[in-house]
């Protein structure tokens, strides 16, 4: 089983921003601490529990309401190969919101010949995830089926935030 390393950034927009950090010593339970940078957050620093190891951090304003929202990569599986995010969204008015990123089994478009590898990153208030798509039959290491692109959008529903698929496509 390969070694993982702490987990420990700050990411940035502008002057304000977010210090990460996660030991990573376990492969499918970790613990997670954030820094808020030039936020007003009264209370204690962020912490909870991430299913996987912590492998990136970004922020960006992925809800359109001009403030700085995190990101953190989460990777789990064989490998550490599936991929998923765990975001918060700062709010002035009380702190920090969760922002609920679908699981990619639950789309049947998205999750055909999906085997992990994902890429994420952001992309002007959006949240984009690429990944190899394998086509029956294919070698582990040997995808056929080209790249798919995902586009994702921070969105207030039913009184929560959640990541909306804004579009997706693949490329060969």
Do not use: W
């Not at 209370?43 to 809800?63: C, E, L, Q």
């Not at 949240?127 to 959008?153: E, N, S």
Request: with cysteine; net charge positive.
């Amino acid at each position: 089983m390969a070694q993982s390393k702490r987990f420990d950034t700050t990411v940035k927009m502008g002057d304000q921003g977010f210090r990460v950090e996660c030991n990573n010593k376990n492969s499918d339970k970790n613990e997670v601490t954030v820094s808020p940078i030039n936020l007003q957050v009264s209370g204690r620093k962020p912490s909870f529990i991430v299913y996987g190891k912590v492998m990136k951090a970004f922020t960006d304003d992925m809800n359109d309401d001009g403030r700085p929202d995190l990101a953190i990569c989460v990777y789990s599986g064989d490998n550490d190969a599936i991929g998923s995010v765990v975001a918060i969204s700062y709010n002035a008015d009380k702190g920090f919101d969760p922002v609920f990123f679908p699981d990619i089994y639950l789309d049947a478009k998205i999750r055909e010949g999906y085997k992990g590898h994902d890429v994420f990153s952001p992309l002007t208030g959006t949240l984009m995830r690429k990944f190899p798509v394998y086509m029956p039959g294919d070698a582990p290491d040997k995808p056929t089926g080209g790249t798919r692109v995902v586009q994702y959008k921070a969105m207030m529903e039913n009184g929560r935030q959640s990541f909306k698929v804004l579009r997706s496509y693949d490329t060969k």
